[in-house]
């Protein structure tokens, strides 16, 4: 059986006066909060054991899963260290970021893959950062690949041919692959532990010669890091009937 992971311990401090009262995975966008937009895609998918990783508000996240594991040092660590609150998997495992919205396909297409680690990834994605950002490259990070083979991830970007695709915040590990990233994270020391983000696990695993999947996507996502997002992305969806990233 395939579990999902949706990692909500955080806060979300770029979302401002939104997130002083809740986190930031029950943000607004379209009529539902982000959380409910990624349940509904894993169910659609075919997911019906999905788990939450908690930390800040954790009380106002109850009400969506009976499943839920806390983060007791959320304002000290990153989505990392939020992961390894959950047990150990009997099968697959879906990991979803709580500030993203994603079309069911792309679930769907990870579930499929055969691979221990995969990651989806977004080859539209200049036309997301475009809207979002003045300049994609302030935010963007490398992403360089062979085929559908990853071979480096999440380095500041000095130009945009150096961003292949971009990764979503979506990964999935057979259970294989959960110990494979478990076994890397223990590598590192606690105080490196609190301060490594996915990205830099994800490297860390391909320099020690182990392989990551890509799935690639176009379009029908989104990413909510600042509330300004959340404004583009519901004038968009108002005012472009056929805007490549509408994962409804």
Not at 41 to 62: F, P, R
Not at 84 to 110: E, M, Q, R, V, W
Request: hydrophobic share 40%.
């Amino acid at each position: 059986m395939t579990r999902a992971i949706i990692l909500a311990a955080g806060r979300g401090s770029r979302m401002g006066k939104e997130t002083e009262a809740k986190p930031k995975c029950l943000t607004l966008l379209k009529g539902k909060t982000l959380l409910e937009w990624q349940m509904s895609s894993l169910n659609k998918a075919g997911i019906q054991s999905v788990e939450l990783v908690a930390g800040y508000k954790s009380e106002l996240l109850q009400r969506f899963s009976s499943l839920i594991h806390i983060n007791k040092n959320w304002a000290n660590t990153n989505m990392v260290s939020s992961l390894f609150c959950a047990p150990d998997p009997k099968g697959d495992t879906i990991i979803s970021y709580s500030d993203i919205t994603y079309a069911h396909n792309h679930i769907i297409a990870l579930k499929n893959s055969p691979n221990d680690i995969v990651i989806t990834a977004d080859l539209e994605w200049h036309k997301l950062w475009s809207l979002r950002f003045e300049n994609p490259l302030d935010d963007a990070e490398t992403f360089v690949c062979n085929n559908d083979n990853l071979l480096s991830i999440g380095s500041v970007a000095n130009d945009a041919s150096e961003i292949q695709a971009q990764f979503m915040g979506l990964i999935k590990l057979s259970q294989k692959g959960w110990e494979i990233l478990h076994h890397s994270y223990q590598e590192f020391s606690n105080e490196e532990k609190k301060k490594l983000d996915m990205t830099s696990l994800l490297n860390y695993v391909l320099e020690k010669g182990m392989p990551i999947h890509i799935e690639f996507i176009n379009g029908k996502w989104c990413e909510c890091d600042t509330y300004s997002d959340v404004i583009k992305y519901e004038n968009e969806l108002l005012n472009n009937t056929n805007w490549l990233h509408d994962w409804r």
